[in-house]
């Protein structure tokens, strides 16, 4: 069935549940979920993910053994207060530097995510390596994923199988994609990670980042900000949204 049907399907049922049901469905994940300021229950601690996505990845480690691999987890879930620690540092360095408050905010989006929209924050996102091969003293470099030395044979592992088990690449190497960079090592949990996507458009994350200390919140509004939304958080792998 695809999803279209699938959808279509679950609408149709959803209609006829009593009016409880109906509003539980509809309430979905709450904004600290969302946003990373409260975890998740871990799978395990070599396994930091939601427990389904956690249990989809032992499931998918499992399988690469066979294959004379060993997938292994560098970056799971992440919380807002370490992206919000990286991002106030970058923040200061910058303007410290005389960069203007824009000027610094477009700098450290190039590579950084505003606290509160990272995809790690939802325990559905990680970033991995085999580590049958040599680690490189940093390894989550583009080239390394192109390697046969390295990281070469998972990445077309996972183009292969991951989607079996629910895992595909968000930033692919797709150059009519905007947004982040090809991260050729950036894996989510599709199930998962396509719904919190859809909730995550409604939340009022501006009025969040005041809240919480974010320096600079004051200019992540109009053009700047929508698209950053447009590019960084909606323009990625098509199988993520839903
Ligand atoms: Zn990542």
Redesign the pocket.
Known sequence: MDRRTFTRIIGLSALSLPFTSTAAFAQGPSIEALTGQKSPKLYSKDIPLRYEAGKAFADMRKAALKDRMKLHIL?GFRSFNRQRTIWNNKYVQYTKKGMSPTLAIEEIIKFSTIPGTSR?HWGT?I?IIDVYKPMPKSPLETKYFHDPKHYDNMRKWMEKYGPDFGFYMSYTDDLVRKGFSY?P??YSYEPIASEYLNHFMDVDLVGELKKRGVYGHEYLKGEIWDRYLEENILDINAALKS
């Open positions: 970056s790690h996102d970033d991260e090592w950036h």
